[in-house]
């Protein structure tokens, strides 16, 4: 089980905020090591827009087991202007190539929520030039959509793909199974988050997440990509030994499927 975690799950809440980018991030690569995890995928907010390091040309990310870089400063009601996702993503694309990060992962959620089939044909317009533009990339769409709505951007380009959030399908209601049988060849990326069907993000296993079948699912389906913790936060100040709790959690239930 590749396993590992969103950037932030280890450190202390920026501002309160339930994800932002980490203070001290050099520091939780080390504590990443020291859970037994494998990946980090790195967070690019706007709280962070300007003082990311994956915008300094100066510092080489590549010594750092990233698995992506998490796009949720473009978690705005403007991914649908040309010139709003040019000046956020491309940086974004630019700086996974030089520090040789595969996944760029775009949340479609929210403030950036396509389901509206006429914002989401002004989003499909723009974002298929990305596909074109970056072919060694791959883009992956973390939503809160239909199979049918979500099928209609994965078609657009061979390295579109589709990061599994685990909670939000739960409580958007879509079924687990059928989910994994239209998407199982194009999931890159699996967000391992526990929600109830009222949309509260809970500790695993307390919510409805079924996450035996999840992982049964995808196993017979051959996955064989990362698992990402983005699971609630627990007491402030024991994050180390949060995580460390969801991880044997998590993993008990995947060696049990």
């Known amino acids: ?28 690569f080390k504590l990443l090591q020291d859970c037994g995890l494998n990946h980090i995928e790195w967070l690019i907010t706007k709280g962070s827009a300007t003082t990311n390091p994956a915008f300094d040309s100066n510092i080489c990310l590549k010594q750092y087991p990233i ?18 996702l040019n000046q956020n993503l491309r940086p974004i694309c630019e700086s996974a190539i030089r520090n040789n990060v595969k996944i760029i992962t775009i949340p479609l959620l929210e403030d950036s929520s396509v389901e509206e089939s ?26 809160e959509l239909s199979i049918e709505a979500l099928q209609e951007i994965i078609q657009l380009s061979d390295n579109f793909y589709v990061t599994y959030d685990t909670g939000n399908i739960t409580s958007y209601g879509i079924d687990h199974t059928e989910y994994i049988a239209q998407f199982y060849h194009r999931i890159n ?3 391992l988050k526990d929600r109830t069907y009222a949309a509260k993000t809970v500790e695993p296993p307390t919510g409805d997440t079924n996450f035996s079948l999840i992982f049964k699912k995808l196993s017979s389906r051959g996955y064989d990509g990362v698992y990402t913790m983005q699971t609630a936060r627990g007491k402030t100040g024991d994050e ?13 239930i995947y060696d049990a499927k």
């Open 118 to 143: 006429k914002i989401r044909n002004k989003f499909k317009d723009l974002i298929v030039e990305y596909g074109k533009q970056y072919p060694t990339l791959m883009f992956s769409f973390e939503c």
């Open 1 to 28: 089980m590749n396993l590992g975690i969103m950037q932030g799950r280890l450190s202390e809440p920026v501002d309160g905020h339930m994800q932002e980018f980490p203070t001290n991030w050099q520091n939780e």
């Open 240 to 252: 180390f030994n949060t995580i460390l709790l969801h991880k044997k959690i998590l993993k008990e």
């Open 67 to 84: 698995s992506s870089f998490c796009a949720d400063t473009l978690v705005d009601t403007r991914i649908v202007d040309k010139n709003y």
């Open 189 to 191: 990326n699996v967000h």
